[in-house]
């Protein structure tokens, strides 16, 4: 067994902590954990920023942990024009109490739109969610979401506040069995459900024109949050795979797994082919996985 037991939570590169401070604290109800500090020396190694000052910004929505990076000098900026399809797009999805309301607190901060013509109610074969795509202040892609019933519903009811925690982080990938193939295999990660989405509400969640993207969710042991694939049959990415960004650079959100059996995860890894990199003490490691999405792992 490889060791993954659950998302510990997620790494966001980002230029300026004190203005991401302020954005997910005003914007969306963060609490902060920490003052900014440094970043772990076993982390830094692992993300190969050992050489460069990291400091990192911890903050938490309801169970759920988000760690801000700041790095210099700086990595590449967040590019320019990105689109969903795009092999580094990576996302948080936040359930929300009320989206009428959520949307218009984040008004007020001038959050630039991903989707068109505002919050979407996609048709009941992709789901029946509410959903809204926008950006950060760095260009980190971002959505809000309300569940109509069922599991993910029930799983978020007790949650307190306008913006209840992270659902989950969608990836977009080139490659839907290479990825499956990553996250199934050394990961361990389980299928829980697969879709088909199309049509013009999804048009406008995405900000594409006439998108079909299978969508793919995946849980580690522990289901909450968990990992969603987006794999866009149409339209066609424009960049190649895999996105030449690492943990220095703006455009880098990263999973942070809980391992168990570090030494099993990074046997496994290299067995299917992947390199990651391990601290000397072993307390942490690194990989990219096909597309180039960025992977922590941190014993627990």
Not at 52 to 75: C, M
Not at 94 to 109: Q, Y
Not at 273 to 287: K, M, V
């Amino acid at each position: 067994m490889s060791g993954v037991r659950a998302i510990a939570g997620f790494s966001r590169t980002v230029a300026d902590l004190s203005v991401t401070e302020a954005f997910y604290r005003d914007g969306l109800d963060f609490e902060c954990i920490a003052p900014p500090e440094p970043v772990p020396d076993a982390q830094a190694e692992a993300m190969g920023l050992a050489g460069r000052q990291a400091t990192q910004l911890r903050l938490r929505l309801g169970d759920q942990s988000v760690t801000f990076l700041a790095v210099e000098p700086p990595g590449a900026p967040y590019p320019a024009d990105p689109a969903a399809t795009d092999p580094f797009f990576q996302h948080l999805a936040i359930p929300v109490r009320d989206m009428e309301a959520a949307m218009a607190r984040l008004a007020r901060f001038g959050a630039a739109s991903i989707s068109r013509g505002g919050a979407q109610v996609l048709p009941a074969s992709s789901g029946g969610v509410t959903a809204y795509k926008f950006r950060d202040p760095d260009g980190h892609p971002l959505e809000l979401i309300v569940f109509p019933a069922g599991p993910p519903a029930e799983r978020w009811r007790d949650a307190p506040g306008l913006f209840l925690g992270i659902d989950h982080s969608a990836i977009t990938v080139t490659d839907l069995d290479a990825s499956l193939a990553f996250l199934t295999g050394p990961l361990g990660l389980t299928v829980a459900q697969t879709g088909l989405n199309r049509g013009p509400e999804q048009a406008r969640l995405d900000g594409l024109d006439d998108p079909e993207v299978d969508v793919i969710a995946l849980e580690p042991p522990a289901p909450a949050p968990h990992v969603e694939l987006l794999h866009y049959r149409r339209p066609v990415t424009r960049l190649a795979s895999p996105a030449p960004f690492g943990p220095a650079d703006r455009a880098s959100t990263c999973f942070v797994f809980a391992v168990g059996n570090m030494d099993g995860l990074l046997k496994a890894l290299r067995e299917a082919g992947f390199t990651p990199r391990s601290s000397a003490n072993g307390e942490a490691a690194y990989c990219s996985g096909p597309d180039g999405h960025g992977f922590l792992f941190v014993n627990a």
